[in-house]
């Protein structure tokens, strides 16, 4: 591991930009196999206090980790700037190319959220790709920075910062409005169960079920209805389905309906919160006429499907690899940033019916 620090306080975006340009320089002269990894940025807008835990979640992104990082940690009585920077890169053993990672870490006041885009547009390597990350929903500093960025990368399953899912998918909604990219953790979480649905009903056999599906049932952990709400708005604009607005029931448990476009029965919808270690869908099970019913369960290493039909034997599989848990859900963040996903804005857009 070849790795170059460089530090100062009370510094200067300038300063900052020329200390990265040195520290590159310097990998480079070492050993010429070194090379700067240029493929995005990442802007994390960061509470001071958290900031152990926001650095361990950016640790974790493993093989999809940005080329250039930039940490701000605001705190709210700070008037200066410190600034810190650091290039690493893995030098192979048998030869071959290193590549070089560049983070910077800025210490900033919430004197200086309002004018954020001054201070790190300096810094930011032209002519690639910009994510922004706000994982404490400093919305001042993002406002400022959607000049210069691409993609915002939000969790609208955090109950802590938004006062509940309609706020969340409002915020959601609002900055696809701004004319940048969403990356939702909260629907990154039903990747699995999204391709698990579409691929069962892929199957001719079960292909024609989906006009006959009468009620959804939902299970999600406490704090993730927001993951429940894409998941079922994702059906409901893929099939054509009108939902109604969510209706508080026993047990933490809501309920709602959608109506077909064309005409017909209606679908029942529950959503269940369950107790479970993680964020994001515990189950899911879609039941129609003639005794049909297909279940995903969270299990370990995957999901469990069950299938039932009328006068039939019930099934029961694994669906290994399909459980992607919390760990690297960042990393799948940072990834899916250079993907451009044209089907989270209609789900989004139905979801915000069920909380409406």
Known sequence: MSEARWAESDTSPERIEAALRELLRERHAENDALVPARVLNLIVIADREWRGEVVN????????????TILCTIEDD?????????VSGDVSATGGVGVLRESVEIALGAVHTGRIDTIIDPILISELPTVVWSPHNRDEAVEALLPLADVILIDTDDPVFFDGPGAALARAADLLESNVDIVDLAWLRTIAWRERLAGSFSDPARAGLLDGLRRIYVRHHHGSIVSALLLTGW?????????TALEPAAGGVRRATAARAGGGASIGIEFH???QAIRGLAGVTVSGSAGFSLSLERAPGGLIAREQRAGATPREWQLFGASRGEDGILGEGVRQALIRDHVYGPALQAARSFSQ
């Open 57 to 68: 979640r950016l640790e974790r992104v493993g093989r999809y980790h940005p080329s250039r």
């Open 78 to 86: 700070r008037r200066t700037i410190d600034g810190y920077a650091r």
């Open 235 to 243: 059906l409901a604009s893929r099939l054509g389905w009108l939902p």
């Open 273 to 275: 919160p369950v107790a």
